[in-house]
């Protein structure tokens, strides 16, 4: 009666959206990095669902486990009495309904273009030595800029968590 895939598409694409707008509209900024975190772990889910688990396990180990965790660390080494001065306001329902908008336009133009048609219809089965390969060939300028990157947020995650002695 109901497919699986669709179904957990579905309860997926729901805690990943509930996720990031909790992480979004949430004053505190831990529970904002926290729901971050549980974002990145429904991408990886949907990465699941398409059996791309390479890229499903890239992205648990990158961004939950690098970058969230990053995140939760600088944010409890700055924030002291930040969160005593956070103010609860109400959603705001303009923002969340031009979102709304954006995201159902996006579906729209992407069901109607024609995308299918630059890939081949039949995947070719890439093994962890072809990925590695093509990092290491083909994708080797933009995994550099992803480096470059990491490094550079790494630096300015020390430097905000550095306290003065003065």
Do not use: H
Not at 38 to 61: E, K, M, P, R, Y
Not at 88 to 93: L, T, V
Not at 94 to 117: D, E, Q
Request: glycine letters at 6%; aromatic letters at 8%.
């Amino acid at each position: 009666m109901f497919d699986e895939d669709l179904v957990s598409f579905i309860v997926l694409s729901i805690l990943t959206i509930g996720a990031a707008v909790i992480s979004l509209e949430s004053r505190q900024v831990v529970y904002g990095a926290v729901s971050l975190a549980f974002s990145f772990l429904g991408v990886a889910g949907l990465f699941i669902l398409l059996d791309a688990t390479f890229v499903a396990l890239f992205q648990i180990i990158v961004y939950v486990g690098a970058i969230a965790v990053l995140i939760i660390f600088t944010v409890m080494l700055v924030t002291r009495d930040v969160e005593k001065e956070a103010k609860r306001e109400p959603i705001r329902p303009l923002a969340i309904s031009i979102a709304v908008l954006i995201a159902l336009l996006v579906g729209i133009v992407a069901s109607l273009s024609n995308l299918s048609g630059i890939y081949p219809t039949s995947p070719a089965t890439l093994g962890v030595v072809d990925i590695g390969n093509l990092l290491t060939s083909t994708y080797s300028f933009p995994l550099e800029i992803l480096a470059l990157v990491l490094g550079a947020s790494i630096v300015g995650a020390l430097t905000l968590a550095k306290t003065d002695t003065e």
